[in-house]
Each structure stands twice: as C-alpha cells, then as structure tokens.
C-alpha cells in the first residue's frame, strides 16, 4: 500500500516563499508520477504540477508556471513543490498525489496541507 505524507504548508505574506514536501512510502516502486493539486474554499479541486517518474518530465497549470517548481529525490522517495512569488489566489489546500504505471489517474493521494497567503 501506498502512505503519502506532506508537510510545509503555513502562512506567508503575499510575494513570499513556501516548500511543500511530500514523502512517499510503500510500494512506490510501481509510482508513474507524483504531483501536486490544490483545492480552494467553495472550488474544484484543480491540478499544480506533476513530475513524471521516468524521465522527470515536469508540467504546470498555467496560473503557476514560472513561479513554482516540482522536483523530487530518488533516494528519498520524495516530490518537493518550491512556490514562489506567492498570491492571495494561491490559498488552498494542497494534497500530493501518486499514479501508478499502468493506470490512467491517480489514486493514492496525502492528507493535505493548508497553504495560506495574505495579502
């Protein structure tokens, strides 16, 4: 089974920086990519970036590119999600999640961490 653990949320001011961890543990052997989405009060939940297990191959939702940025440690299982220039609109929830090889989404997602900008 899969266990997804996050940490690094908090409070920052808008135009700061925030570093969210996500630690993955079980059979990750079988992980196709890891990545991160958000869910804001009274929204959708809506996709952040992804990392693609096989070649690192990155992708971000349009309203984060050039200010976040994915990446992970092999050896420690983990996707790391560095966010900077930070907005108010950027308040949500943020829950890292695994897909498997050989499915086509993902299902094993963490608890969620709070992320919270002031203005």
């Known amino acids: 089974q899969w266990q997804l653990v996050e940490s690094g949320g908090g409070l920052v001011q808008a135009g700061g920086s925030l570093r969210l961890s996500c630690a993955a543990f079980g059979r990750t052997s079988n992980s196709y990519a890891m990545g991160w989405f958000r869910q804001a009060p009274g929204k959708e939940r809506e996709f952040v970036a992804i990392i693609r297990w096989s070649d690192d191959s990155t992708y971000y939702a349009d309203s984060v590119k050039g200010r976040f940025t994915i990446a992970r440690d092999n050896a420690k299982n983990t996707v790391y999600l560095q966010m900077n220039s930070l907005k108010p609109e950027d308040t949500a929830v943020y829950s890292c999640?695994?897909?498997?090889?050989?499915?086509?989404?993902?299902?094993?997602w963490g608890q969620g961490t709070q992320v919270t900008v002031s203005s």
């Open positions: 999640a695994a897909r498997e090889s050989g499915t086509v989404s993902y299902h094993h």
